[in-house]
């Protein structure tokens, strides 16, 4: 059963710094590009970040840009959101998705459960 | 950055009623978006992409439609577990990729 599962979230004061991943079990993670989205609490749900199957690119949203690195390693099957310089406003439910295989259609078609971060002091 | 606004913001029906969700882009995004559904405290499940072939699993009674900068989402028959809040999501001009507000479906 293809399965993302994302963990790393909790509890975290403003200005310092977390690590997310994102497990995949029951399919190759290295053929797809990977994005994590995310969703406050209460709100709606807003893109953070992308990288190409291969890890050869990567893109963010301009409200992390240079706090936020995503990366991967496939021989892992594992993805990861490192996120340094954290505001509250980061407070969300953070998800990662698999794109198409082998690009980056920009489509988000299976999902993790998400990972609950608080940024809070 | 391309801005999706979404309507009606909350949207009352009854099952076997037939719901149309709007999207509107505030320029062009061609043919490249995306429909939604997300149940409370699930992530969200892709329906639609390319405004209107369905992903793998979607009933039929799923439908998308539209280019430009109008779109719809038509559900022909609720059925119950259909209730939900819907987002729209375009990928034409990224990043970023944005999405709507969302539109909530909820039982009347």
């Known amino acids: 059963q293809v399965q993302l599962v994302e963990s790393g979230g909790g509890v975290v004061q403003p200005g310092r710094s977390l690590r997310l991943s994102c497990a995949a079990s029951?399919?190759?993670?290295?053929?797809?590009?990977i994005h994590w989205v995310r969703q406050a609490p209460g709100k709606g749900l807003e893109w953070v970040a992308v990288?190409?199957?291969?890890?050869?690119?990567?893109y963010y949203a301009d409200s992390v840009k240079g706090r936020f690195t995503i990366s991967r390693d496939n021989s892992k099957n594992t993805l990861y959101l490192q996120m340094d310089s954290l505001r509250a406003e980061d407070t969300a439910v953070y998800y990662c998705?698999?794109?198409?295989?082998?690009?980056?259609?920009?489509?988000?078609?299976?999902w993790g459960p998400g990972t609950l971060v608080t940024v809070s002091s | 950055e391309i801005v999706l606004t979404q309507s009606p913001a909350t949207l009352s029906l009854s099952p076997g009623e037939r719901a149309t969700l709007s999207c509107r882009a505030s320029?062009?995004?061609?043919?490249?978006l995306a429909w939604y559904q997300q149940k409370p405290g699930q992530a969200p499940r892709l329906l639609i992409y390319?405004?209107?072939n369905r992903a793998t699993g979607i009933p039929a009674r799923f439908s998308g439609s539209g280019s430009g900068t109008d779109f719809t989402l038509t559900i022909s028959s609720l059925e119950p577990e259909d209730f939900a809040v819907y987002y729209c999501?375009?990928?034409?001009?990224?990043?970023?990729?944005?999405f709507g507000q969302g539109t909530k479906l909820e039982i009347k």
């Open positions: 999501q375009q990928r034409s001009n990224w990043p970023p990729y944005t």
């Open positions: 998705a698999t794109d198409t295989p082998g690009t980056v259609s920009g489509w988000f078609d299976s």
């Open positions: 320029q062009s995004v061609r043919n490249y």
């Open positions: 990288i190409s199957y291969d890890g050869s690119n990567t």
């Open positions: 390319d405004a209107s």
């Open positions: 029951g399919f190759t993670l290295s053929i797809f590009g």
